[in-house]
């Protein structure tokens, strides 16, 4: 599927929303040249979270470029040299954060306890605390070289991040995925919309109610962005 001038789209990929699982249906459709970051786009690393990258694509890249699925903020699109229309998932906050401490666990720890790998301050502040809220508040003056680049939350920022995702145009939630990957495949035309859950975790946990607590705590700003958004009416019916 070759893309047109005015059909380009910026999906706002936050980290352990089902992300993964959008851009594998992306990926069934396209050719690989059509989606960034791709194979192209080495380091790939790089590519995958840093949104300066974006300031430095070829002409002739960004020409061929249909859809953005990088792990960027909201406001890297303002980098690009041509208008893009804009989707996301989110998640409900506590979920989210357990999501990413069992995915750290299983690739980093596996004898630690969850309430272990959290009191790891740096990895908590880049990946988990009001981490979907940031990827809204960023600026481009911020010149964050990683969506793990830490910047705190105040009213201010909680209302810059608000406005932008009013100006998401397609809205979806992990919790109901589904329903989500059908108003993509009917906006985009695919056929087959077959696509398996990617980047999931496996088995049974048990996590302490003393840690969602604490999650909860520290998550404050990302738990009323998370009820924003569900509450929200102005939204699209797809």
């Known amino acids: 599927m070759r893309p047109?001038?005015?059909?380009?789209?910026?999906?706002?990929?936050?980290?352990?929303?089902?992300?993964t699982?959008?851009?594998?249906?992306?990926?069934?459709?396209?050719d690989i040249r059509h989606l960034y970051p791709c194979e192209l786009d080495e380091p790939m690393f790089e590519a995958k979270i840093n949104p300066q990258r974006l300031l430095g694509l070829s002409a002739e890249r960004l020409d061929e470029i249909h859809v953005f699925t990088a792990h960027i903020p909201a406001t890297a699109r303002e980098l690009l040299p041509y208008p893009t229309r804009t989707m996301t998932v989110l998640r409900e906050p506590v979920a989210r954060t357990i999501s990413w401490l069992r995915q750290n666990q299983r690739i980093h720890s596996p004898q630690a306890p969850l309430e272990q790998i959290?009191?790891?301050?740096q990895a908590r502040r880049a990946y988990a605390d009001n981490h979907q809220t940031r990827m809204f508040a960023i600026r481009t003056s911020d010149r964050v070289n990683s969506f793990t680049n830490y910047i705190e939350i105040d009213d201010h920022r909680f209302a810059e991040a608000k406005a932008r995702l009013d100006e998401i145009e397609m809205v979806g939630f992990q919790e109901d995925l589904e329903p989500f990957l059908d108003a993509v495949a009917d906006r985009f035309g695919y056929t087959d919309r077959r696509v398996p859950s990617m980047n999931v975790g496996r088995g049974d946990f048990e996590v302490s109610d003393s840690l969602r607590q604490r999650i909860a705590a520290d998550n404050a700003w990302d738990i009323e962005f998370y009820r924003y958004a569900r509450e929200a009416r102005h939204f699209p019916n797809w």
């Open 4 to 19: 047109g001038p005015d059909d380009r789209w910026f999906f706002v990929h936050v980290m352990k929303t089902g992300g």
């Open 21 to 30: 699982t959008v851009r594998a249906l992306f990926d069934r459709h396209h």
């Open 118 to 121: 959290y009191e790891v301050e």
